[in-house]
Nanobody
Framework: QVQLAESGGGLVQAGESLRLSCAAS????????MGWFRQAPGKQREFVAT???????SYADSVKGRFTISRDNAKNTVYLQMSRLKPEDTAIYYC???????????WGQGTQVTVSS
């Protein structure tokens, strides 16, 4: 199993930046990719960004050019640097670990990001 702990959320104004962290523990050697998802009130959870074991990245169109996902393998931590934040980025942000088996994934508890206009 893998345990994930997100941190770094908060309240910011539009245009400001925020960095989220996701610390992983447990069977991390079996993790193939890590990702960030978000869920706004009344909406479904949606994909934000992902990074593979070898560093390949992918982003949702809505965050391309503003968000950057990265990982520190020595610290078993994945980051989401969010810049030029918009009110529509307001959501609970969740970290996800996708295991090498492909069928198993783990989620963190989430961290709230609120962007005021």
């Amino acid at each position: 199993q893998v345990q994930l702990a997100e941190s770094g959320g908060g309240l910011v104004q539009a245009g400001e930046s925020l960095r989220l962290s996701c610390a992983a523990s447990g069977s991390i050697f079996s993790v193939n990719a890590m990702g960030w998802f978000r869920q706004a009130p009344g909406k479904q959870r949606e994909f934000v960004a992902t990074i593979t074991r070898v560093g390949g990245t992918s982003y949702a169109d809505s965050v391309k050019g503003r968000f950057t996902i990265s990982r520190d393998n020595a610290k078993n931590t994945v980051y989401l640097q969010m810049s030029r934040l918009k009110p529509e980025d307001t959501a609970i942000y969740y970290c996800k670990a996708q295991m090498s088996s492909g069928s198993t994934s783990y989620w963190g508890q989430g961290t709230q990001v609120t962007v005021s206009s």
